[in-house]
C-alpha cells in the first residue's frame, strides 16, 4: 500500500537534486523520514563527525504532498537509500549534450511515491514526466531503518553570528588548495572575526628537508570586521577549528540558496551547528569541531593520514540511536572518495554541474550498483571537440589559453638536449630532418581524414 | 635583513608568476635596490632570467641587508605567490613583507579587499551606478540594459541605485593576510648560479603575436603527438623546428614519418642593432653576413614543442618579443614588459630556450 506520495515541480526537483549532491559530500546513503507535515533527508559520515539534515516543508515545498501512515508506521516512514541512485533519478535534465533537446528534455512534473507493507516489495517509485513527452518511472529499492540524529544543545551553544552566504563562499576562494583545518577565531578586543586555514601536513617533513619548507600551503588568515555580521556574540579569544573539506562543501550549497547562514557553538570539542533556510527547505549541518586535545594530536600525526583519518580522530557526534554497523562501504572507498571529492572541491571549479559529473565516475568505479541505474550519458565526442579548438583559440582575456600543451606528460625522450653550457657535439636523434628534406611532400591523401576534419583551412589566420 | 613593499601593477606579476610557474615550481628571486629579478631553472627545458626595475611591481619599497651590495636571496615557490596574487588581484591594497611565522621564514602578503555581494559586480562602492547622469552616453553602455547603472535612469532605476548602496553600506573592507613560505638563500649559494652566456645571434627577429604562434605550435606538437606509432621515444617528446631569416621572415615546421607541415610569417621586424652595444662593428656581426645572404639564408633551432609551449605562456605579459636565432646553437627571446610608469626602464625577462641539435 501507498505510504507516502508528492509530486515536485521542475524547480523542486532541481533543489532537490542540489540537497542531495550536498550530502553526497558527506556520505553515500542518506535516511529519508516522512512525517505528515514534512520529508526529512538526514545523513552522517563515516566518521560520525558530520552530520547533515535538509527538512523539507510538506506544504510549501512540494506541489502535492501526503503522507498516509499504515498500521506499522502511523507517524513516520524511514528507509535508507543510496545517494548516488537518487541522484540520477532526479537530475533536472537530461544530459545529452545538445542544449535544443535537453530544453524540451526538462521536467514537467515529478510524482513520487513508496510503496511499503506486509508481502509487498518495498519500493520507492519516481515517475518523472518530461516536457519532450517521456515518462520515465523508477523503482528504487530501500533498506529500511530507523534514521540517526544528532544531538545539538542549542543553550549550550553560546557564541553565534549570521552572514551572507555569498560573502563567506567568495572568502573561501582565498583559501588555497592542500589546506584541511579553518580556525574561527576572534582576537582579544573582538572586533574581527579571523577565519584562519592552515595544514599540519607537510609538519613533519618540512622538518627532515629545507626542501619541503616550500612545499607547505599558503597559510591564510581573513579577518573580517565585526559589523558585518548578523546577530553576533562570540567570546574573546576563542578558537573553533573545523575540517575545510566539510565547510566548502556546506558553503557550496547554501550560496545557491543565497541566504543568511547562521552559525552556534561553543567549544572546541563540542559541536558546532550551521543552518540556513530557503523556500520551504531547512538545512542544517552539525559538524563536531577539533578539541584542544586533537589538535595537538594532529599536529603530531603521520603526515601520510589523509583528511579522512584526521577526521576519524574526531570525537563523534553524540546519536539518538546508534545506527546499524551495515555501512556499505569500506574505509578505504570512503578515503578514496573523499580525496576524489577534495579534488573536485577545489574553489576554482565553482561550477556544479561538472563537479558532479566529475564525482560520478569515480565513485560508479570503485563500487558495483546494487540498483538499476541508468546509464552515464555518453562524453562528447572529445576528439573532434578538442581538434577544433586547438589552432583556433577564443580571443580574450582567458588565461586558459596561455596553459602549455599536454603539461601532465612530461616525461623525457631520448631526444638529446643542447644544454647551455654543452660542447656542440652533435647528439643523433631518432629522426633527422635532412633525411626528409630532400623527399617529396607526402600526398595529403595519406593524412588521416580526422586531421582534415579538425584543421579548418578556410579560416584565415587573422580571425585567430 | 628587512624587506617590506607595496605592490602595484599586481595584473603584471601575476602574470609573470603564473609564465614562470608553468616552467618550473621553485624560483630564486633577488632584490636589490633598483632591480628585483626571478630567475627559474628546471632540470630539462628552458630557463628564464626575468629582471624587472623595482617600480615596475613594488611601491614603498623598503629592503635593508647585510649582505653586500644591499641584496637578499630568496627561493620562492612560485604556485602560492600565483595564488596569493589571485586574492590581490581586484583588492584595494597590497603589500608584502618578509617575516617569520614560528620560525620559519615567510613572504607575507596583506591585502585589502571586498567581497562581491551577489549578482552586483566587484568594482567596489565606487563603481556603484550613482555616476552615470539621466541620458548620458547612449551607444557607450549599451550592454548594460536592466542593471542597476543602466545610463537611461528613470524612477525604478533610481529606486535599485538606492538599495545597491544600502547593500553596499553593509559591506565591509577584509583584511586577507596569505603567508608564502620561503627559503632566504645564503650569497654563498647563488654565486655560482650565473646568467648563460652565449654568441652574437645570427638572426634577431620580433617574433609575431605570441598566442597565434603558441596556438600553431600546440597543434603541431598535438599533430605529432598523434599521429606518431606508439611506444618511439621520439615520438613522445616532438621536436619543432624554427627558423627565421635577415628579411621579416619566421617558419615553424614540423617533420614526421608521415608529415610534414610549415606555417610561414612574413613581413616581421628584424631590429636594428644599438652600435653602442656591440663588441664587432655592426657590419662585422653575423646578422650582417645572414642579411647579406638574403632571405633563403634561415638560422634553424629545434625545440621541445611542450617546453615551446610552456616558454609562449609568456604571451599573456603581452609584452614585445624579440627571439635571437644562433644558427644550429641556441635561441634566446627578449619579452619586454611594458612599463606605464617610466618608458625607459629595462624591464625584461629572458629565456634561454633548450634547443636539440638537427
Redo the contacts between chains.
Keep these: 500500500m501507498v505510504v507516502l506520495n508528492f509530486t515536485l515541480s521542475e524547480e523542486g526537483v532541481a533543489v532537490l537534486h542540489d540537497a542531495l549532491a550536498c550530502m553526497f559530500k558527506f556520505s553515500d546513503d542518506v535516511c529519508m523520514e516522512a512525517r505528515p507535515d514534512k520529508l526529512t533527508f538526514t545523513t552522517l559520515n563515516i566518521s560520525k563527525s558530520a552530520y547533515v539534515c535538509f527538512t523539507f516543508a510538506g506544504t510549501r515545498f512540494f506541489s502535492r504532498y501526503n503522507f498516509e501512515g499504515n498500521a506499522q508506521y502511523r507517524d513516520r516512514f524511514f528507509c535508507q537509500l543510496y545517494i548516488k541512485s537518487l541522484l540520477s533519478v532526479f537530475r533536472p535534465r537530461q544530459g545529452s549534450g545538445d542544449p535544443a533537446r535537453d530544453k524540451d528534455a526538462t521536467i514537467e512534473r515529478c510524482d513520487v511515491a513508496i510503496d511499503d507493507g506486509p508481502g509487498k516489495k518495498s519500493r520507492l517509485v519516481a515517475r518523472i514526466a518530461r516536457r519532450n513527452g517521456i515518462t520515465a518511472s523508477h523503482s528504487l529499492p530501500f533498506e529500511t531503518k530507523p534514521p540517526t540524529h544528532a544531538k545539538f544543545d542549542k543553550n549550550e551553544a553560546k557564541n553565534h553570528w549570521t552572514i551572507?552566504s555569498?560573502?563567506l563562499r567568495?572568502?573561501m576562494d582565498?583559501f588555497?588548495?592542500g589546506i584541511e583545518l579553518l580556525d574561527i577565531n576572534t582576537d582579544d578586543e573582538a572586533r574581527?572575526v579571523n577565519f584562519t586555514c592552515f595544514t599540519e601536513k607537510a609538519q613533519k617533513r618540512g622538518a627532515n628537508s629545507?626542501e619541503a619548507?616550500?612545499?607547505?600551503?599558503?597559510?591564510?588568515?581573513?579577518?573580517?570586521?565585526m559589523?558585518?555580521f548578523d546577530d553576533v556574540d562570540v567570546q574573546d579569544k576563542l578558537h573553533i577549528i573545523i575540517s575545510v573539506k566539510d565547510f566548502r562543501g556546506i558553503l557550496q550549497h547554501a550560496q545557491i540558496t543565497?541566504g543568511e547562514l547562521a552559525t552556534n557553538y561553543s567549544n572546541p570539542g563540542r559541536p558546532m551547528k550551521l543552518s540556513y533556510s530557503a523556500d520551504g527547505v531547512l538545512c542544517e549541518f552539525i559538524l563536531m569541531t577539533v578539541g584542544e586535545k586533537d589538535a595537538m594530536t594532529q599536529r603530531h600525526k603521520n603526515p601520510q593520514l589523509n583528511a579522512a583519518k584526521s577526521a576519524a580522530k574526531q570525537p563523534g557526534l553524540d546519536s539518538v540511536s546508534h545506527r546499524a554497523s551495515s555501512v556499505v562501504n569500506s574505509n578505504q572507498q570512503q578515503q578514496q572518495q573523499q580525496q576524489q571529492q577534495q579534488r573536485t572541491q577545489d574553489p576554482r571549479n565553482t561550477q556544479r554541474q561538472p563537479t558532479q559529473q566529475k564525482k560520478d565516475t569515480p565513485a560508479a568505479r570503485l563500487r558495483q550498483p546494487q540498483f538499476e541505474i541508468r546509464p552515464q550519458p555518453p562524453p562528447p565526442p572529445a576528439t573532434a571537440r578538442t581538434d577544433s579548438s586547438?589552432?583556433?583559440?577564443a580571443?580574450g582575456d582567458d588565461?586558459e589559453?596561455?596553459?602549455?600543451?599536454?603539461?601532465d606528460?612530461?616525461?623525457?625522450?631520448?631526444?638529446?638536449?643542447?644544454?647551455?653550457?654543452a660542447t656542440?657535439e652533435?647528439?643523433p636523434?631518432?629522426?633527422?630532418?635532412?633525411s626528409?628534406l630532400n623527399?617529396p611532400?607526402?600526398p595529403q591523401s595519406?593524412?588521416?581524414e580526422r586531421?582534415l576534419s579538425g584543421?579548418e583551412p578556410t579560416q584565415r589566420?587573422e580571425e585567430? | 635583513m628587512r624587506f617590506k613593499t607595496d605592490l602595484k601593477n599586481i595584473r603584471t606579476f601575476s602574470k609573470l608568476t603564473?609564465?614562470l610557474n608553468?616552467l618550473e615550481k621553485?624560483a630564486w628571486v633577488r632584490l636589490d635596490d633598483d632591480t628585483v629579478r626571478f630567475t627559474v631553472i628546471p632540470d630539462?627545458g628552458s630557463?628564464v632570467w626575468a629582471s624587472l626595475s623595482v617600480d615596475l611591481i613594488f611601491d614603498n619599497y623598503h629592503l635593508q641587508s647585510a649582505e653586500q651590495n644591499n641584496t637578499i636571496n630568496l627561493?620562492?615557490?612560485l604556485g602560492?605567490l600565483q595564488?596569493?596574487l589571485k586574492?590581490a588581484a581586484n583588492s584595494n591594497q597590497a603589500n608584502l613583507r618578509l617575516t617569520k611565522?614560528d620560525g620559519?621564514p615567510?613572504l607575507s602578503m596583506t591585502i585589502h579587499t571586498m567581497?562581491?555581494?551577489?549578482a552586483q559586480d566587484g568594482r567596489g562602492p565606487a563603481g556603484g551606478g550613482g555616476a552615470f547622469g539621466g541620458g548620458a552616453g547612449g551607444g557607450r553602455n549599451n550592454n548594460n540594459f536592466g542593471e542597476p547603472d543602466d545610463p537611461f535612469g528613470d524612477a525604478s532605476d533610481l529606486f535599485q541605485q538606492e538599495s545597491l548602496e544600502l547593500t553596499m553600506k553593509?559591506?565591509?573592507?577584509?583584511?586577507?593576510?596569505?603567508?608564502?613560505?620561503?627559503?632566504v638563500l645564503h650569497p654563498d649559494t647563488v654565486e655560482t648560479i650565473m646568467q648563460?652566456k652565449?654568441r652574437e645571434p645570427d638572426v634577431h627577429i620580433q617574433l609575431p603575436p605570441l598566442?597565434?604562434l603558441?596556438?600553431?605550435?600546440?597543434?603541431f606538437?598535438?599533430?605529432a603527438?598523434?599521429?606518431a606509432g606508439a611506444g618511439?621515444?621520439?615520438?613522445?617528446?616532438p621536436?619543432l623546428?624554427l627558423s627565421a631569416n635577415m628579411h621579416g621572415s619566421l617558419r615553424l615546421r614540423l617533420?614526421?614519418?608521415?608529415?610534414?607541415i610549415t606555417s610561414v610569417w612574413q613581413g616581421l621586424e628584424n631590429p636594428e642593432l644599438d652600435p653602442a652595444q656591440l663588441s664587432t662593428p655592426l657590419e662585422e656581426h653575423p646578422s650582417a653576413k645572414f642579411k647579406q645572404a638574403g632571405p633563403d639564408k634561415w638560422a634553424t633551432v629545434?625545440v621541445?614543442?611542450?617546453d615551446w609551449?610552456?616558454v609562449?605562456?609568456v604571451?599573456?605579459l603581452e609584452g614585445r618579443v624579440i627571439a635571437c636565432f644562433a644558427d644550429d646553437?641556441?635561441l634566446i627571446l627578449y619579452v619586454y614588459v611594458a612599463n606605464v610608469d617610466d618608458a625607459n626602464a629595462e624591464d625584461v625577462v629572458t629565456y634561454?630556450v633548450?634547443?636539440?641539435?638537427?
Design positions: 551572507s555569498r560573502t567568495q572568502l582565498h588555497g588548495p574581527v629545507n619548507v616550500l612545499k607547505k600551503p599558503l597559510h591564510t588568515n581573513i579577518a573580517v570586521e559589523d558585518e543565497s586547438q589552432l583556433f583559440v580571443q588565461d589559453q596561455w596553459e602549455p600543451v599536454n603539461d606528460d612530461d616525461d623525457e625522450g631520448q631526444n638529446a638536449r643542447l644544454e647551455w653550457n656542440d652533435p647528439n636523434s631518432g629522426i633527422r630532418i635532412s626528409y623527399k611532400t607526402a595519406e593524412v588521416p586531421l584543421l589566420l585567430v | 603564473a609564465a608553468s621553485i630539462t630557463q627561493e620562492l615557490p602560492p595564488r596569493a586574492s611565522r620559519v615567510m567581497t562581491k555581494d551577489g553593509r559591506e565591509r573592507e577584509k583584511i586577507i593576510t596569505q603567508d608564502i613560505p620561503v627559503r648563460p652565449v598566442l597565434q603558441k596556438a600553431i605550435s600546440d597543434r606538437t598535438k599533430l603527438l598523434t599521429t618511439r621515444g621520439a615520438a613522445q617528446n621536436k623546428e617533420v614526421t614519418e608521415t608529415l610534414d629545434r621541445d614543442g611542450k609551449s610552456r609562449l605562456s604571451g599573456r646553437h641556441a634561454y633548450s634547443s636539440y641539435s638537427t
